[in-house]
Structure formats: C-alpha cells, structure tokens
C-alpha cells in the first residue's frame, strides 16, 4: 500500500508560480511511476504530467508544456510539480498518483495509489 500526500497549492495570480510536492510512504519509492491529475469543477480528472521512476523521461499535456516541470527527488520519496506562468483555467484540484510499470500513461484508470488532492486558484 501506498500512502500520498500533496501539499503546496494555494490562492496565486495569473503569471505567477506555484511548486506543489506530493510525498509518498512506500519503501520502494523509487520503482513507481508519478504523475500529476488535476480535476476542475464540472470535468473529468485530466492527466498534467509524469515521470519515469528514474526520472530520466517526462511527460506533459500539451496545455501545461513550457510552463511545468515534474521532477521527482527518490532519496526523500517526493515529486514535484512546479508550475510557472499559471493561468485561471489552470484553477483546479491537484492530485498525486503513482503506478508500478515502466510506463506513464495519460489516463487516471492505470494509477494505483492517489493523494487527497490540494486546490489551486489562478485569480485573473
């Protein structure tokens, strides 16, 4: 089992940045997959990003891509989200999720384990 804790959102205005962290309780850290969801009101869970469990590939949607960068730090068993130039249609709930496998995939239904969620508001 697999425990997931995010912290780091907030209130921010548009163009500024947020880090978010998620820390996870598993031993074996380092052979999960991360990724990154967020969920606004009224739409479905969307992937944002994710990283090997190396963190030698990562992956972005193509709405987030030059403005956030996911890292992962295996010796403190944390991910990171770092979000830069935010935008109001950014404003949603952040989730952590992990997987076993080598692969990231984009879609919420192949992740194992999932964080609470931290909220995000990008004001304009």
């Known amino acids: 089992q697999v425990q997931l804790v995010e912290s780091g959102g907030g209130l921010v205005q548009a163009g500024g940045s947020l880090r978010l962290s998620c820390t996870a309780s598993?031993?074996?850290?380092?052979?999960?997959?991360m990724g990154w969801f967020r969920q606004a009101p009224g739409k479905e869970r969307e992937f944002v990003a994710g990283?090997?469990?190396?963190?030698?590939?990562?992956y972005y949607a193509d709405s987030v891509k030059g403005r956030f960068t996911i890292s992962r730090d295996n010796a403190k068993n944390t991910v990171y989200l770092q979000m830069n130039n935010l935008k109001p249609e950014d404003t949603a709930v952040y989730y952590c999720?992990?997987?076993?496998?080598?692969?990231?995939?984009?879609?919420?239904?192949?992740?194992?384990?999932w964080g609470q969620g931290t909220q995000v508001t990008v004001s304009s």
């Open positions: 598993a031993r074996t850290f380092s052979s999960y997959t």
């Open positions: 990283i090997t469990w190396r963190g030698g590939r990562t």
């Open positions: 999720a992990a997987r076993s496998g080598s692969s990231v995939p984009a879609t919420q239904y192949d992740y194992d384990y």
